[in-house]
């Protein structure tokens, strides 16, 4: 029975990829809004009913590792040494470079590209990116409340992480607009989102008092 399914498993995390692989590949040709669900299905051989059965929207073909990078983003707070504040140790997660960005494969670094592309000339794409931000504000401001034992009408958990998300997206758009615009080295460009990540964070270990001065 272990065995069936884990057979099982490997079988539908094999359609996902698939599913997945086969959307970008029509995004980055064609442009997000200029493919449907029905052709992505066709492509991948698969019914229409089969690609909501493992996303549930066209938007989640370009996400779906989204969920994974919260939960381990969350941990990463939650598991942090005693005596490492909040914003360090969010930093420390947020920019070490991971995924496609950590990868001196040549195709994946090419598919890194592509998807930024995509996104970046997607309304729908962009107003989702937001919503999952949002999300991210909302549990991490959670886990904030818990920690502090923060009431319902104590405003801080939710602006610190609102802060930090808004770090994080700050990170995401610098990495976007420098794929899309320079074509650079993903090596080049993991070492400079460091930089920059560090110097953000620096601007808010001393907080915005005298920024910018007259």
């Known amino acids: 029975m272990t065995v069936e399914l884990g057979l099982r498993e490997r079988k539908k995390a094999r359609t996902r990829q698939l599913l997945a692989a086969t959307a970008r590949r029509l995004f980055a040709e064609r442009g997000f809004e200029a493919v449907s669900v ?43 040494p005693r005596g490492t504040s909040v914003l360090d140790a969010f930093a420390a997660f947020v920019t070490t470079p991971r995924g496609l960005l950590a990868t001196d494969d ?24 937001r919503q999952i931000l949002a999300r991210y504000a909302d549990s991490l401001a959670g886990v904030l409340a818990e920690e502090t034992g923060a009431g319902p009408d104590d405003l801080r958990p ?27 080295d993903v090596r080049r460009l993991a070492r400079d989102v460091r930089r920059e990540g560090e110097r953000a964070v620096a601007l808010l270990r001393t907080g915005l008092g005298d920024y910018p001065s007259a």
């Open 38 to 80: 029905a052709e992505i299905a066709r492509a991948a051989d698969v019914s229409e009913a089969t690609v909501f059965n493992y996303f549930a929207t066209k938007e989640d073909l370009v996400y779906h590792g989204m969920e994974a990078f919260e939960q381990e983003l969350l941990d990463a707070v939650r598991s942090r």
């Open 106 to 129: 040549p195709e994946a670094q090419q598919a890194l590209l592509a998807i930024s592309r995509v996104i970046a000339t997607s309304p729908a794409l962009l107003a989702r990116e």
């Open 158 to 184: 939710r602006l610190a992480a609102r802060t930090l998300i808004g770090l994080h997206a700050v990170l995401l758009d610098y990495v976007r607009s420098r794929l899309v615009d320079d074509d650079p």
